[in-house]
C-alpha cells in the first residue's frame, strides 16, 4: 500500500470514509423507531457529515502538528487549515452520505455489502491516521516509539514501510 509522505500536502478523507457515513446515522429525536424515508435520509446524510468532518479533522490535526512543530506554520494557520478541510470534506460527506442513503432507502439490503466495505474502510483509514501522527513525530520521538516497539515484539516498520524488512517478520524494528 503507497503511503503520501509529503509534508506539505494535506491527506483529504476520501473513499475510505464512504461506507461508514452512508452507514451511519445520527437519532435526531432520540425515538430509535424505524424511521420514515424523509427521516431517514436527514439522520444519515447528518451521520454521514459527522463521519467525514470527524475523520478529516483528525488527518489534518496531524498532518499540520508535523508542520507547525518544524516551524513551517504557527497554531492560527494550523487552526485555519483544520477548519477549512473539515468545511470542505464535510461538503463531500454529505453528498456520499446522502446518495448512499438514498441507495440503501430503495435496497436496503444493500447494508451488509456496505458493513463490509466500510471494515476495509476503517482499516484504511486506520493506517492513514497513523501514518498522519507518525509524521508528526520528531525524529528522536519515532526513534523512542519504534524501541519501545521492538521491545515489545511488533514490527512498526511493516506499517512504515508496507510489508516488514527482514522477510516481512514481525519482530523487527
Known amino acids: 500500500m503507497s503511503r503520501q509522505t509529503d509534508h506539505f500536502q494535506i491527506p483529504r478523507a ?4 464512504a461506507p461508514t457515513a452512508g ?3 445520527i437519532d435526531l ?6 424511521l420514515s424515508g424523509g427521516e431517514f435520509l436527514v439522520e444519515s446524510s447528518l451521520g454521514g457529515v459527522a463521519v467525514y468532518a470527524i475523520y478529516q479533522a483528525m488527518l489534518t490535526a496531524l ?3 508535523a508542520l507547525r512543530q518544524q516551524g513551517a506554520i504557527d497554531r492560527s494557520t494550523q487552526v485555519r ?12 460527506g454529505a453528498l456520499v452520505s446522502l446518495v448512499l442513503a438514498v441507495v440503501l432507502l430503495v435496497f436496503p439490503w444493500l447494508g451488509w455489502p456496505l458493513t463490509l466495505l466500510g471494515l476495509v474502510g476503517a482499516g484504511k483509514a486506520s493506517l492513514d491516521l497513523f501514518h498522519a501522527f507518525w509524521d508528526g513525530l520528531s525524529p ?3 526513534g523512542e516509539l519504534l524501541a519501545a516497539a521492538h521491545a515489545a515484539g511488533v514490527n512498526l516498520r511493516r506499517f ?14
Not at 14 to 17: F, P, Q, S
Not at 81 to 92: C, G, H, M, P, Y
Open 140 to 142: 528522536q520521538q519515532q
Open 63 to 65: 498532518r499540520t502538528e
Open 160 to 173: 512504515l514501510n508496507g510489508e516488514g524488512e527482514g522477510g516481512g517478520s514481525n519482530v523487527h524494528a
Open 81 to 92: 487549515t483544520i477548519a477549512l478541510t473539515v468545511w470542505e470534506s464535510s461538503k463531500q
Open 14 to 17: 476520501g473513499v475510505e470514509a
Open 23 to 25: 452507514l451511519a446515522a
Open 29 to 34: 429525536n432520540l425515538s430509535g423507531e424505524a
